[in-house]
């Protein structure tokens, strides 16, 4: 908390003149904004890294460049995708259960909620690792090139992966976004780049890399937890509440299969793509999809620091209030992530080219991978929405019938239309779902995120994507680099200028030049 600042979740009657009565604090949209300063710079330096990574691999190889990539992409989504499946829903009770009883007055019970909720992930995360390991074997036969100890490094990775995300959530319950900067944007991707050098001073192979993945997560279990007792640790100590575990089994039930299929609804198109297409392949949509995701870096920043607010001021009522932050925080993502957009609908090539120029065969399925992942964005933190609020097995739903609808598109379209068809599963997938879950936050919280506002942005954006298709014109053919850092110099500077001028209020212009004074000094 700022020295002088009101307790969090105390009322304090500075409003936003001129957006309702309904509007956020100013309290609360400072902090988040300061909160999603910290978001950006943490993701963009996992998202470089992790970009970093993936070119590494590309190039390290060699000839083999894309079917390692491939295979990385594959075993190290594995474990992510498990570990997120087997933390039980942890993460996320974590989050809500500590918003909630610092808003209420009861911080000392902490401490005992979130070591229930670990104990939770633990018991439901290692059986599946050790399923994992003993079906190693058939997993190296049914995804042909991915060796056996891969699958063995990717069982190792699980429980860690699961248990590391309960104590960062907990960090975040308590606003605080610093730990989730240090520990899993910047720790994690820094602890994979350097293990990784160092197994191929040994063994310049996959196998080796995933294993180094592996190892970083228990790097980082390591941090996240030490960094969560010394938070808990000036609250006290209360006993929980009675039932609480109970409570949080209740919560987490559905929360589960909910948290395996989010992230599958992801990568499911690859995986079921995977024996359709060629070796070759396999790595182009993966860079593909790695790309594509770069369009969900500030809408994850914001879903982060806005997650406990949603807990918080739908456990006291406050609707109006959270109705005008979520309006609020969604244009702010929707502003933040239009110049990537349209950097992949305008370069997707030169983007691609990145990983190798083989890669800028995948051009027309990252148009559409951007496609589905704009959608995603447009909807704002609504998942999140309904995690907060309690309504986990609405949640489940959406996630179980989305994961099919990409399972079934893919399995028609990806045998006939290859990357370009996994694709289209994907954005296709993307579109319905977000729309599901616009309408259940209407229906069940009463809130929805779009108003008058959004029509501010639309010069803005129409200015950047002219000022990239002339850079894109002018420009020579064949230097793909001067290409791309022109057009996010040029196009991005024209939109940002354009944004402070017209797309933004003059409130909001203040906070984002104090914001951007602040991170540069």
Not at 314 to 338: C, F, M, N, Q, S
Not at 365 to 389: C, E, H, Y
Request: proline content about 5%.
């Amino acid at each position: 908390m700022e020295p002088g600042a009101p307790p969090e979740g105390s009322p304090t009657p500075e409003f936003d003149r001129g957006v309702g009565a309904g509007a956020p604090r100013r309290s609360d949209r400072a902090r988040i904004l300061a909160g999603t300063g910290q978001n950006i710079l943490g993701l963009s330096v996992y998202v470089l890294l992790t970009f970093g990574m993936n070119v590494l691999i590309a190039r390290a190889f060699g000839e083999e460049g894309r079917r390692a990539l491939g295979v990385v992409t594959l075993a190290t989504q594995l474990a992510f995708v498990a570990g997120a499946g087997t933390r039980f829903g942890m993460d996320h009770a974590a989050v809500r259960r500590v918003a909630i009883d610092v808003g209420k007055g009861e911080a000392g019970r902490i401490g005992g909620v979130v070591a229930r909720a670990a104990a939770v992930a633990a018991v439901a995360s290692i059986p599946v690792a050790a399923a994992i390991a003993v079906g190693a074997d058939a997993l190296s036969g049914r995804f042909v090139g991915v060796p056996r100890a891969s699958f063995l490094a990717v069982a190792a990775a699980i429980p860690f992966v699961a248990l590391s995300q309960v104590y960062l959530g907990a960090t975040r319950g308590l606003k605080r976004m610093g730990p989730t900067l240090a520990v899993q944007w910047t720790g994690q991707p820094v602890s994979w780049l350097v293990l990784t050098l160092l197994a191929w001073a040994f063994s310049r192979t996959v196998t080796a890399t995933v294993a180094a993945y592996a190892l970083s997560w228990v790097v980082a279990t390591a941090a996240a937890a030490l960094v969560w007792r010394r938070a808990a640790r000036p609250h006290g100590s209360l006993p929980p509440e009675p039932g609480e575990l109970r409570a949080l089994i209740r919560y987490g039930a559905p929360r589960a299969p909910a948290a395996l299929l989010s992230q599958l609804l992801f990568r499911a198109d690859y995986f079921v793509a995977y024996p359709y297409l060629a070796p070759d392949e396999r790595g182009v949509y993966a860079a593909a999809v790695q790309l594509g995701f770069a369009l969900v870096l500030f809408l994850t920043a914001v879903s982060y620091m806005f997650s406990p607010y949603v807990a918080d001021l739908h456990a006291r009522g406050r609707t109006e209030e959270l109705d005008g932050l979520y309006k609020t925080v969604t244009r702010w993502t929707v502003a933040a992530t239009i110049p990537v957009l349209l950097v992949l609908l305008v370069a997707p090539a030169e983007a691609l080219h990145v990983f190798g120029a083989r890669f800028e065969t995948g051009t027309a399925a990252l148009r559409i991978l951007a496609v589905g992942q704009a959608v995603n964005v447009a909807v704002g933190a609504a998942g999140f929405i309904l995690i907060m609020v309690g309504r986990t097995g609405w949640d489940l739903a959406i996630y179980a019938g989305s994961v099919a609808l990409d399972v079934g598109l893919a399995l028609v379209l990806a045998p006939r239309l290859g990357i370009e068809g996994a694709a289209i599963a994907q954005a296709t997938t993307l579109v319905a779902s977000n729309l599901a879950r616009l309408l259940l936050v209407r229906r069940f919280v009463g809130i929805q995120p779009y108003d008058r506002r959004y029509l501010r942005l639309l010069a803005p954006a129409a200015l950047g994507g002219v000022a990239m298709a002339a850079v894109e014109a002018i420009l020579p053919d064949g230097r793909w680099l001067l290409h791309l850092s022109a057009m996010i110099v040029v196009g991005g500077g024209a939109f940002l200028a354009a944004l402070l001028a017209v797309g933004l209020e003059p409130g909001e212009r203040r906070a984002a030049l104090g914001l951007a004074r602040r991170l540069l000094a």
